[in-house]
């Protein structure tokens, strides 16, 4: 499958069974570079079935910005990606919610009240994976779920003096 034949019922090759074209759209997101990343996402999100297009997005953006999570190349292909996810509001967020993600990874400055209406899956994700006493504490207080701020509070160090 080409970029060509991704996602238009115009196509000759086009096929009208939605997992069928899931399936290829995975394929085709698995070997694409970054330079053709964002003309394939572009197509793919033009796709009749949304829901369907913007998992296969999603998807893509979830395998690629965690391998570039601390990577110097991720501002270059985040920007690359933010034209073309614009149009799906749940990859739009996705692709931002990366972007905090790193922040907080790297220690760069990011926002509390940003992280606090952000998803469950980022929220989870901080809660289950960081070891920032900040984001641990942001969450501990104000996550969006019990299950979120439980996490978060039995990650957080033990006050001095207390015998957990």
Known sequence: MTLGDAASADDPDWEPDEHVRFARYREVFDKVSDEDAA??????????????????VC????????????????PS??????????VDDFSARRLREWTLLRAMTLGDPWD??????????????????????????TLAEGGRTRRIRNIARSRL???AGDAR
């Open 157 to 159: 160090p033990a006050p």
């Open 77 to 86: 292909w985040c920007r690359e990606l933010t034209g073309p996810v614009a």
């Open 39 to 56: 003309a394939l996402v572009t197509r793919v999100l033009t796709d009749p079935d949304a829901g369907m297009a913007n998992s296969a």
């Open 112 to 137: 509390a009240e940003t992280l606090l209406v952000a998803s469950n899956w980022l929220q989870l994700r901080s809660a289950e994976e960081s070891s920032a006493v900040t984001i641990l504490a």
């Open 59 to 74: 998807e893509y953006l979830d395998r690629r910005a965690a391998e570039l999570l601390t990577d110097p190349g991720y």
